[in-house]
């Protein structure tokens, strides 16, 4: 197995649940199942998109993959070392390897504080270099993001939301990771920006030979940076497989719908492209459908979807779908 080849993060049947409420209250405590028996591989040096409606559990899976949340269920492994259960002193030595950027610049920096600290702080945590060393350090990572070295004394509200962003992902790659997690990193700003954002992003994964896994709502996006995809609903991964294939062919009822509703220049021989157009509300994950959790949205569903639930299984290489009638 090549290291191409070789997992750099790997989880087995993962689950995130929540307990909200008290015994103070009239309906006392209930679990939200916020993510679900997620099975999920990631390669080095790939980009793996994790696209879904709002709500379907993307920020809560990426938290528990940094481990910023504890994992409830299954297993969570970073380079075959299980994760899982460590505690925050074993982690301190994998976060400069596991890195996040947020999908709110504003909320993730001190406005207290001038951004050239913020940036060096990762290294003054991890590193014994000199602060001579650091200042070099964090003028080097302004250079790569795209920020001015005058840019190190002021504060996070002096900057666009942009050149915010570009903070944050100064501060994520201050350590050289392994592994970023970028949650919906350019939802928050305007398609212009959101341009220059991706292509920063290309071109540093390339530079430092970086793994992303690149969380969106946006499926244009999504497409324009992923090598795989994974597709969730309500806290599960239904589909994954190669961008392309995925975009060109999805295989589950609910990636089509999503798919279908890309604005594309093309259209059918009629005109016109075929808009599938889900009905009902996404059910609450404090009381999760039974069988397929997709099923009552479903067009295609029959008894066994509501009785049944689907396993996700690879129908070809690469190509993994939880569903029992899937179009592949």
Not at 84 to 91: A, D
Not at 106 to 127: C, M, Y
Not at 165 to 186: K, M, S, T
Not at 232 to 240: A, C, D, H, Q
Request: some cysteine; overall charge positive; aromatic content about 4%.
């Amino acid at each position: 197995m090549t290291d191409q080849d070789r997992p750099i993060l790997e989880t087995r049947a993962l689950g995130k649940r929540f307990s909200i409420g008290s015994r103070f209250s009239s309906e006392g405590k209930r679990t939200v199942h916020a993510v679900d028996n997620v099975s999920l591989t990631v390669r080095r040096g790939e980009t793996v998109g994790l696209v879904g409606e709002s709500g379907c559990g993307k920020s809560t899976l990426a938290r528990c993959l940094v481990r910023l949340y504890d994992i409830t269920d299954g297993e969570l492994l970073f380079e075959d070392d299980d994760i899982t259960s460590k505690s925050l002193g074993e982690l301190r030595p994998l976060r400069r390897r596991l890195q996040m950027v947020f999908q709110d610049p504003s909320a993730s920096l001190n406005p207290r504080r001038r951004v050239g600290d913020l940036v060096a702080e990762p290294l003054r945590i991890h590193t014994k270099l000199s602060s001579g060393e650091i200042a070099k350090r964090v003028a080097e990572l302004f250079d790569l993001v795209g920020l001015l070295p005058d840019h190190v004394m002021r504060y996070p509200h002096e900057f666009s939301g942009g050149q915010r962003q570009r903070v944050g992902i100064a501060r994520a790659i201050a350590l050289n990771p392994d592994l970023v997690v970028l949650d919906e990193p350019v939802s928050a700003l305007d398609v212009s920006v959101q341009a220059q954002i991706v292509n920063l992003l290309a071109d540093l994964q390339e530079k430092l030979k970086l793994t992303y896994i690149f969380i969106a709502h946006d499926l244009s996006v999504v497409r324009q940076v992923s090598t795989r995809i994974a597709v969730m609903y309500l806290g599960s991964i239904v589909e994954e497989g190669p961008a392309e294939e995925v975009f060109s062919a999805p295989a589950h009822p609910y990636s089509q719908a999503l798919i279908s509703a890309v604005p594309v220049v093309e259209t059918t021989p009629s005109g016109t492209r075929r808009r599938i157009i889900l009905t009902g509300d996404v059910p609450s994950p404090l009381n999760p459908p039974s069988g397929c959790r997709f099923h009552p949205r479903c067009p295609i569903a029959t008894d066994r979807c509501r009785t049944e639930r689907p396993e996700p299984r690879e129908h070809r290489p690469g190509r993994k779908v939880a569903c029992h009638y899937p179009t592949i």
